[in-house]
């Protein structure tokens, strides 16, 4: 059986690896998280339909690790790829667990009895993670993982597992694993905006300054706050949220010109779960032009504002903290009237930018990106799956900012590249 490597586990690598495996071809899936799932496992609602993101992608989780054709490789990250279509040799850095995979059952006993809580990537910080966690109650392989950086060593995980399952850092170590594989797909994702890189919104100086992943997180009812809207300040339902958009998109400034696709229908979609939860707050979107461009999307824009949420074409030029609550300072450009608007919460619709792992190795193999750092395909046209590289796909965001649906679409083109190449060579 010939096996294709898929890089990265978000929606667009589960997708990839689940359609190539489907053909009776072997695949290895990587991912440098715990789990598999990447971004759209932090999520709470899908844009159009606002079904539940986990009801969609958990199904796909578990298939995909109980596939017989795919093998799962969390906590490893790709190295280098080396050789030609159909006989490459990939470098994969396998980083320790700190757990015997096959001893743990993902009981969660050894995380209750934890006293250690630290910064939960997961939760975008808005929430916390002890130093023995699962990163949600949904990972895939069902596993805890150590964190040894953070670990105190008081041996209480050691005592309370009666598989002896958690290991010392002598017996579980750094490993390197070179596969074969007739096929590569680069399936690595997107990194958000660094939101301090425009300071003059007050993000991490104002406590209810957050960013779009901060506030999915915070939403989502498997989140920190259990669905519950709070000021960071002071723990209160805020009465006013304002979502800014276009930060860390087509600004010309920081040389992000791109649009980023999602940031207008997930302010959205986000701006109607608040009217759902708590319908007399008030929530405005501040937007630059509103690109409602996919089906149904149109509607869902004109959904939005029949539940009361304001719309109102502007870029605010700074935030302010009065002491109570959030000022912004800006011009309605369509009305030529000049607000001092008031929030208790603002939102900053942060943008999609490129993995800057991605660039390394694509650097590393020879394929080129464009002006903002995502790949390059041999033809956006004609082949926009392919690469300049034989043998070595793109799918995803890795390719350019993506919402789900266009995601799960290029990692069937991809995965059908790479059957293609399999079946062609036998």
Same mark, same amino acid.
Request: charge should be negative.
């Given at each position: 059986?010939?096996?294709?490597?898929v890089?990265?586990?978000?929606?667009a690598?589960?997708?990839?690896?689940?359609?190539?495996?489907n053909?009776?071809?072997?695949?290895?899936l990587?991912? $440098?998280?715990?789990s598999?799932?990447?971004?759209m496992?932090?999520?709470d609602k899908?844009?159009p339909t606002?079904?539940?993101s986990?009801?969609?992608?958990?199904p796909?989780m578990a298939e995909?690790?109980?596939?017989?054709?795919?093998t799962?490789?969390?906590l490893?990250?790709v190295?280098k790829?080396?050789?030609?279509k159909?006989n490459?040799?990939v470098?994969v850095?396998k980083?320790? $667990?700190y757990?015997?995979e096959?001893e743990?059952?993902?009981?969660?006993?050894?995380?209750e009895i934890c006293?250690?809580?630290v910064?939960?990537k997961?939760?975008?910080g808005?929430?916390v993670r002890? +130093?023995?966690?699962?990163?949600?109650?949904?990972?895939?392989p069902n596993?805890?993982?150590?964190?040894?950086?953070h670990?105190?060593?008081?041996?209480?995980?050691f005592?309370?597992?009666?598989?002896?399952a958690v290991?010392?850092?002598?017996?579980d170590k750094v490993?390197t694993?070179?596969?074969?594989?007739?096929?590569?797909?680069?399936?690595?994702?997107?990194?958000?905006?660094d939101?301090q890189?425009k300071?003059?919104f007050?993000y991490?100086?104002y406590a209810?300054v957050?960013t779009s992943?901060e506030f999915e997180?915070?939403?989502?009812a498997?989140?920190?706050?259990?669905?519950?809207? $709070?000021?960071?300040?002071n723990g209160?339902t805020p009465?006013s949220?304002?979502?800014?958009?276009?930060?860390g998109s087509?600004d010309?400034t920081?040389?992000?010109n791109?649009?980023s696709c999602?940031?207008?229908m997930y302010a959205?979609?986000n701006?109607m779960l608040i009217?759902?939860?708590?319908p007399d707050?008030?929530v405005?979107?501040?937007y630059?032009?509103i690109?409602?461009y996919?089906?149904?999307y149109?509607e869902?824009y004109e959904?939005a504002?029949?539940?009361?949420?304001?719309i109102? $074409? +502007?870029?605010?030029?700074?935030?302010?903290d009065?002491?109570?609550h959030l000022?912004l300072?800006?011009e309605?450009?369509?009305?030529?009237?000049?607000i001092?608007l008031?929030?208790?919460?603002?939102?900053?619709s942060v943008?999609?930018e490129?993995?800057?792992?991605t660039?390394r190795?694509a650097?590393?193999v020879g394929?080129?990106?464009?002006?903002?750092?995502f790949?390059?395909?041999?033809?956006f046209?004609?082949?926009? +799956?392919?690469?300049?590289?034989?043998g070595?796909y793109? +799918?995803?965001?890795?390719l350019a900012?993506?919402?789900?649906?266009?995601?799960?679409?290029?990692a069937?083109?991809a995965?059908?590249?790479?059957?293609m190449?399999?079946e062609g060579?036998?």
């Open positions: 059986m010939s096996n294709a490597v890089i990265g586990g978000g929606v690598g589960i997708q990839t690896a689940m359609d190539i495996a053909h009776n071809i072997h695949v290895h990587i991912e $440098r998280e715990p598999i799932g990447g971004h496992a932090m999520l899908t844009f606002n079904d539940c986990m009801c969609i992608l958990s796909k995909i690790s109980r596939h017989p054709n795919i799962i490789m969390t490893s990250e190295e790829i080396e050789g030609e159909g490459f040799k470098t850095t980083y320790p $667990r757990i015997d096959k743990c059952t993902g009981c969660g006993e050894c995380v006293p250690v809580e910064y939960n997961f939760d975008a808005v929430g002890k +130093a023995i966690y699962k990163p949600h109650a949904q990972v895939v596993l805890v993982v150590k964190d040894n950086l670990c105190i060593d008081c041996g209480m995980c005592d309370v597992c009666g598989k002896n290991l010392t850092t002598e017996q490993k694993i070179v596969l074969d594989a007739a096929a590569v797909v680069i399936a690595t994702g997107y990194t958000l905006f939101a890189k300071s003059r007050g991490l100086r209810d957050i992943l997180r915070m939403i989502n498997g989140g920190p706050t259990k669905g519950e809207i $709070r000021r960071l300040s209160e009465k949220v304002v979502f800014v958009q276009c930060v087509r010309m920081i040389k992000r791109i649009c999602v940031c207008c959205l979609k701006s009217k759902e939860h708590y707050t008030k405005t979107i501040l630059t032009d690109r409602a996919g089906k149904g149109e869902y959904r504002k029949q539940m009361g949420v304001e109102v $074409r +502007a870029f605010p030029g700074e935030v302010e009065s002491g109570t000022i300072p800006l309605n450009t369509e009305t030529g009237e000049f001092n008031e929030a208790d919460l603002v939102v900053l943008g999609i490129p993995e800057p792992d660039v190795l650097e590393s394929i080129p990106t464009d002006d903002t750092g790949l390059n395909p041999s033809d046209k004609l082949n926009p +799956a392919g690469t300049v590289k034989p070595i793109i +799918a995803g965001t890795a900012p993506k919402d789900i649906p266009d995601s799960v679409m290029s069937g083109a995965a059908m590249k790479v059957v190449d399999v060579s036998q």
